[in-house]
């Protein structure tokens, strides 16, 4: 007769253990330091791809912010320009003005501070200079000083008018003999804003009087 003992075969069971109980402590930890280690070079990554692309969005931003300044940076820079040639065309009818202007003012001048028995021969002023040379002639040695200081008196001469050369001639007429006096004026002329800035400055001269006065009688 057999007999089977059942309460030994549980005792001869093998026991069963888990795969990773097996396993070395440092195995594992090896492994979660690998894991860590790929989960931050993913976050990294993605990181860095999240940079790259807000600095694209910013450069495309700045390269059509700059693509529209570029036609305004164009309009100013003709705008310049424009400028530049108006300021010149100004300046140049300025010149011209002042030019035409001078000329007419001298001799409106001479013309008034011309005394009695005094006419002019020639009038000359030197080519981009305001030096100007008067020549004349009278019948007194006298108007000759009298015509100079009226050109004094008037304000739009800068220097003294000097007088170069005054020569004294006998003419024969049918009443008798006369004496003509051939002269020569030299002196600076100044444009009337300038003429009219140093009057002001100056204030009225009180030699001035007596010159106006020999003007007007030339008149």
Known sequence: ????????????????TSPLAKLPV??????LILTLA???????????????????????????????????????????????????????????????????????QISRALPQMVWLTEVKQAVGSNDVTIDGRTTSITS???????LEATGYFKKSVEIVSSTSQEVKEKEGTGVVVAFQLKATFQVPGAAKKDKDASGPSKGAAPAAGAAKSGN
Not at 4 to 13: F, K, P
């Open 26 to 31: 440092t195995t594992i930890g090896c492994g």
């Open 38 to 108: 790929l989960l931050a070079c993913g976050w990294r990554y993605m990181s860095v791809v999240w940079d790259n692309q807000k600095l694209d969005r910013d450069i495309a931003a700045a390269q059509k912010e700059a693509a529209s300044l570029h036609g305004v940076i164009v309009q100013l820079q003709e705008f310049e320009k424009q400028r530049t040639k108006v300021q010149q065309r100004v300046g140049l009818i300025e010149q011209l003005r002042a030019a035409q202007t001078g000329p007419v003012h001298m001799l409106d």
């Open 144 to 150: 000759v000083s009298d015509f100079a200081s009226a």
């Open 1 to 16: 007769m057999i007999k089977i003992n059942l309460l030994d075969s549980g005792a001869r069971r093998v026991k069963k």
